[in-house]
């Protein structure tokens, strides 16, 4: 069992049907995720107790 939520940034929705209609080609978020996505987290990964409820993975936050 993992110890984060999954990360499913193609998820649909009622309205818009995609995460990815929401922002345009250009927007900075798409580099944003891009940059995060890009980053070793290996370490701040180790370091979660993992108590409680499943986290949110730290490239979401």
């Known amino acids: 069992m993992s110890r984060f939520v ?6 649909a929705y009622l309205l818009p049907p995609s995460v ?3 922002l345009p ?5 798409r580099f944003v ?3 995060i ?3 070793d987290l290996d ?3 180790r370091q979660y107790a993992g108590r409680g ?8 936050l």
């Open 33 to 35: 995720v891009e940059v």
């Open 6 to 11: 999954p990360v499913d940034r193609d998820s």
């Open 53 to 60: 409820s499943a986290a949110h993975h730290p490239a979401v």
């Open 43 to 45: 370490d701040l990964v």
């Open 20 to 22: 990815h209609e929401w």
């Open 37 to 39: 996505e890009s980053l």
């Open 25 to 29: 080609d250009d927007h900075l978020a």
